[in-house]
């Protein structure tokens, strides 16, 4: 039975799937102003694409950053995220880089949330995961694959793999060359939640054959969608006011 996970006010696991949208601006001043603007869509979540910022290899310009959008973003979670170019990310960057940056961000008191990449290996991931909750921020543990959909027993298993780690929210992120794989990655949500999840975890197929995907989560499992006010951050995520109408309508409100 899923425990589900409060952030501030959001609660994740339970009800509608939670709205993150994504800053994606590369300039201070572009990226305090996307912050601003998507106040106005009303997300459950906020996640800082940190790979996109041209300052991202300046851990005191990171966190100036922080500070800006905390006070921006006030009460909404804020989730940061370095997305590496090997998981579809804008930059590469080594591991110790990549360790220091995610560590300097939880010391920063400005962040809820943390996205560990599962790629980075076991050890690693816990060292992240050991890190964030020494400093009360939560870990999502992520992989992502922009190739292809694996077979179902694998993304259960992956899943299941994330929260035996220790993960407040694993999440899985395929690219479906078909609807029959979007299928695969909804039969597996849905499977999870009913057998395996103690927890809120999130699922998404990318492109045009993952789109409704996006919207369905409530019915398989998934407790998380993303959504754009301004600047995809991903393959076939929608705007977040439409995302919203479609939820609201779905649950009759």
């Given at each position: 039975m899923i425990k589900p996970l409060q952030i501030?006010?959001?609660?994740?696991?339970t009800g509608m799937p939670k709205i993150c949208i994504p800053l994606t601006s590369s300039g201070k001043r572009d990226l305090a102003d996307e912050a601003r603007a998507l106040l106005s869509a009303s997300p459950d979540l906020v996640e800082w694409r940190v790979d996109y910022f041209e300052q991202s290899d300046s851990l005191i310009e990171v966190r100036m950053m922080?500070?800006?959008?905390?006070?921006?973003?006030?009460?909404?979670?804020?989730?940061?995220?370095?997305?590496t170019n090997d998981e579809g990310g804008q930059k590469r960057i080594s591991p110790e880089d990549y360790h220091l940056l995610c560590r300097t961000a939880c010391k920063s008191g400005c962040i809820d949330l943390l996205d560990a990449e599962l790629s980075q290996g076991d050890a690693p991931v816990n060292s992240l995961l050991l890190n964030a909750h020494a400093c009360g921020v939560r870990v999502v543990v992520s992989s992502h694959d922009f190739t292809t959909t694996p077979p179902k027993e694998a993304l259960i298993e992956k899943l299941t793999h994330m929260q035996r780690l220790g993960a407040d929210m694993p999440k899985i992120a395929v690219m479906p060359k078909?609807?029959?794989?979007t299928l695969t990655l909804l039969s597996a949500t849905l499977e999870m939640r009913e057998k395996f999840?103690?927890?809120p975890f999130i699922t998404m197929a990318m492109g045009e054959y993952g789109a409704f995907s996006r919207v369905c989560g409530e019915f398989f499992g998934s407790a998380l969608t993303f959504a754009t006010a301004l600047n995809?951050?991903?393959?076939?995520?929608?705007?977040?006011a439409r995302v919203r109408r479609i939820l609201e309508a779905l649950n009759g409100i």
């Open positions: 501030r006010s959001a609660v994740f696991g922080l500070s800006a959008l905390r006070d921006i973003l006030k009460d909404i979670p804020l989730l940061f995220t370095f997305r078909s609807r029959l794989d999840a103690d927890r995809a951050s991903a393959p076939g995520q929608l705007e977040a």
